[in-house]
């Protein structure tokens, strides 16, 4: 039992001595060191002698000190917030933590960051190895330390803003040894596509069912009455108001406030050339991200039960964006994470998109249709599903360079016109031009 202990032990020591992935060579250092203890036994000098007793100490030492630098050593990276609109800052916080009784000098951090990333007030350098920036920092920890570096996130482009992975180097005291520890910690900030204020605005909330508005409601909301009328043969007994009725000797009906408000599904084309080989507008479709941004948020403010539809996917997800109309708590979140996510990309034309969710809408929603390509066949597609019948209407934005109308799209829908020579990013306030 002694024997293989002893065994153990020498294997365990035999390891440490000769691990390849030590950055530092025990062997070599103790070489060193006997040599010059030798030397000086020869010489008779003490001196040298107590220099070779040191080389020895501060090889041990170093090869101590890499194999347990990176030991109960914690970093963190934490944002204020996860979502943010654009033209803001985030706050976040960088913590590296030594919970040993080793202090660690220098700490080189280097995080990986999207292309688009501005930290306020420091720089930011390209990568040799990906497409990302990188940003360092710098730690120095004493023993049982904990260190926080404050930092501010700019937010001047949609979509995410990402750190990691992240790169740490710890170096000892005298640079001699480094040690590397690569941790795949990943998160950061959904930044909202800019948003401004406009004018003109496309939906009429005061005849979301067409040009005949009903006499009675759709839907009564019973928490919002409004007053009450006399009784008409054909009222619902449950809308009798029977206090006002013995108040007053005659049947007296609420009167409820309509809960029915106006539908709007916003199409989204994110082509704006006709070929492929063309590639991408970007200011074009960051111009029509905008739009569509604006119009959610303003149409949503107006009690409008909104939809985003887009032909090109939101991050990693399918390949197009669906959101059905609505106004319920969230829905403008959902848009305007959707929105910030969308990447360019050449998927089906948005004609083909709206003949596929156009029966899916509600009766009388009105389809926005988003686009910088106002085709003929564009045209002649809105045409076929509009004499097909149906109580929906269409209304269309036209992004870029003024279309040429047929005489009944001019006729029928109403078009509106945005000219894209103003960049998305300067524009103040969107004003539609009815044509």
Known sequence: ??????????????????????????????????LIIAVGSILREPLVIIIGFLVLFVGVLLRLWWDNSLRNLTYARTFANTRAFYGGSVPFTLTAQNLKPLPLTRIDVFEQVSPQGKILGHDLYSSMETRNLMFESVFSLGMYERVVHHYHLECDHRGWQTFGPTKLTVRDPFGATVRHLRLDDRNGVLVYPRMVPMSNFVVSPRQPLGDMKPATPLVDDPMRITGVRPYVPGDSPRRIHWRATARTGDLQTR?????????????????????????????????????????????????????????????????????????????????????????????????????????????????????????????????????????????????????????????????????????????????????
């Open 255 to 435: 009167v409820f406030e309509s809960s029915a408000s106006p539908v709007a599904a916003i199409f989204l084309d994110t082509i704006t050339f006709s070929h492929l080989w063309e590639g991408q507008n970007s200011n074009l479709l960051e111009l029509s991200i905008v739009v569509a941004a604006s119009m959610s948020r303003q149409m949503i403010d107006g009690r409008h039960q909104v939809g985003l539809y887009a032909n090109a996917p939101a991050g990693h997800r399918t390949r197009t964006v669906r959101i059905s109309p609505g106004r319920r708590g969230g829905q403008l979140q959902k848009i305007l994470e959707n929105l910030a996510m969308l990447q360019p990309a050449f998927g089906d034309r948005i004609e083909k998109m709206i003949g596929q969710e156009l029966h899916r809408l509600p009766w009388g929603a009105t389809a926005v249709i988003i686009t910088s390509q106002v085709t003929a066949n564009f045209q002649r597609s809105l045409l076929r599903m509009a004499r097909a019948g149906g109580a929906n209407r269409f209304v269309i934005v036209a992004i870029g360079e003024k279309p040429t109308l047929f005489p009944e799209v001019a006729r029928r829908f109403a078009v509106y016109h945005l000219d894209g020579e103003e960049a998305w990013d300067a524009i103040e306030h969107i004003q539609l031009i009815r044509l």
């Open 1 to 34: 039992m002694a024997r293989t202990q002893n065994r153990n032990w020498y294997t365990r020591l035999r390891d440490w001595w000769e691990n390849p992935e030590a950055d530092i060579n025990v062997r070599k250092w103790a070489g060193y060191g006997v």
